[in-house]
């Protein structure tokens, strides 16, 4: 039974899971951090008969996913390097992503669903000798549309 709210505590922002879908196929993926699930509205520049602006669309963020720096063969490491060969002849495959913040019991909290995803960027953190610090990778993703799904 999801909680309402009296009974809602505050997910922690720690415990979430990624998970990416296309064409009948799933892949998870552990991320340090998930930045930009987000949306505004964007106003026409003028105003109607009642003089109010009025929404004339919605844009998403960037959403920007870090990382462990994963194997080449690695599921979501491989949609990304062949969405950056397309001018090569690969196909860009968007997906749709699910970022999920779990509560204490592994029970879903909170849920967002973004559509149609495509990597635009990826890019590593700097190398550095003189730090003894995981190599970290940074994915970032355009999307479609975003939505709260529970």
């Given at each position: 039974?999801?909680?309402?709210?009296?009974?809602?505590?505050?997910?922690?922002?720690?415990?979430?899971?990624?998970?990416?879908?296309?064409?009948?196929?799933?892949?998870?993926?552990?991320?340090?951090?998930?930045?930009?699930?987000?949306?505004?509205?964007?106003?026409?520049?003028?105003?109607?008969?009642?003089?109010?602006?009025?929404?004339?669309?919605?844009?998403?963020?960037?959403?920007?996913?870090?990382?462990?720096?994963?194997?080449?063969?690695?599921?979501?490491?491989?949609?990304?390097?062949?969405?950056?060969?397309?001018?090569?002849?690969?196909?860009?495959?968007?997906?749709?992503?699910?970022?999920?913040?779990?509560?204490?019991?592994?029970?879903?909290?909170?849920?967002?669903?973004?559509?149609?995803?495509?990597p635009v960027k990826w890019s590593?953190?700097?190398?550095?000798?003189?730090?003894?610090?995981?190599?970290?990778?940074?994915?970032?993703?355009?999307?479609?549309?975003?939505?709260?799904?529970?």
């Amino acid at each position: 039974m999801a909680p309402d709210s009296k009974t809602w505590k505050p997910p922690v922002a720690f415990h979430f899971q990624v998970e990416f879908q296309w064409e009948g196929n799933k892949a998870s993926a552990s991320f340090a951090e998930v930045d930009g699930l987000g949306q505004e509205l964007v106003f026409e520049n003028g105003k109607d008969q009642a003089g109010i602006r009025l929404p004339e669309d919605v844009r998403v963020n960037d959403l920007v996913l870090r990382r462990a720096l994963e194997a080449i063969n690695e599921k979501i490491t491989a949609w990304v390097k062949n969405t950056f060969r397309f001018k090569y002849g690969a196909k860009i495959k968007p997906c749709n992503m699910t970022v999920t913040l779990l509560d204490e019991k592994n029970k879903i909290a909170a849920s967002w669903i973004c559509t149609r995803v495509i990597p635009v960027k990826w890019s590593m953190a700097p190398l550095n000798a003189s730090e003894s610090k995981i190599a970290i990778e940074t994915i970032t993703l355009k999307y479609e549309e975003i939505r709260r799904s529970k």
